[in-house]
């Protein structure tokens, strides 16, 4: 019966440790958006390591990101409503800072993918200046 015992305790052991290092790629819909909820640091943009803080913040239904200079001063921050259906993320922008106003109105359309605490977004961003193309990866904060 030990034996058994702790055969079964040994295997479980293995599961929870494959289950936790595998890669877990997902796709979202509006009824499991608890996986895109939370906060999120920006690590690369187009690649290249960022020089500065940039945060994002999802709720059940908003979002919200902002960037800070080296005082941790927000200096360029959006916020609105979101949808999500499959890799598509809309993120409808509602309010900006004056220095990001150009933001305002328009709808930012997102393919994610999420691999385990790691958040991969490509994005086109339409504003009154240009349309922005840009790739982000973001790393979940804890």
Same mark, same amino acid.
């Given at each position: 019966?030990?034996k058994?015992t702790?055969?079964?305790l040994c295997?479980?052991?293995l599961?929870?440790?494959?289950?936790?290092?595998s890669?877990?790629?997902?796709?979202?819909?509006d009824s499991?958006?608890?996986?895109?909820?939370?906060?999120?640091?920006?690590?690369?943009?187009?690649g +290249?390591?960022? *020089?500065r803080?940039? %945060?994002?913040?999802? !709720?059940?239904?908003?979002f919200?990101w902002?960037?800070? $200079?080296?005082?941790?001063?927000?200096?360029?921050?959006?916020?609105?409503?979101?949808?999500i259906d499959?890799?598509k993320l809309?993120?409808?922008?509602?309010?900006?800072?004056?220095?990001?106003a150009?933001?305002?109105?328009?709808?930012?359309?997102?393919? +994610?993918?999420? *691999?385990?605490?790691? %958040?991969?977004q490509? !994005?086109?961003l339409?504003?009154?200046?240009q349309?922005? $193309?840009?790739?982000?990866?973001?790393?979940?904060?804890?």
């Open positions: 019966m030990k058994l702790c055969t079964l295997l479980c052991l599961i929870g440790i494959l289950s936790c290092s890669n877990k790629s997902v796709s979202l819909t499991n958006k608890s996986l895109i909820k939370g906060s999120w640091i920006l690590l690369e943009e187009n +290249i390591p960022v *020089d803080k940039q %945060l994002k913040h999802y !709720t059940e239904k908003n919200i902002h960037t800070m $200079d080296k005082s941790n001063i927000i200096r360029v921050s959006a916020a609105g409503e979101y949808t499959g890799n809309l993120e409808f922008v509602e309010m900006t800072t004056l220095s990001s150009h933001f305002k109105g328009n709808t930012a359309q997102i393919e +994610i993918k999420i *691999d385990n605490d790691t %958040l991969f490509s !994005t086109v339409p504003s009154s200046m349309e922005l $193309d840009f790739t982000e990866k973001w790393l979940r904060l804890k």
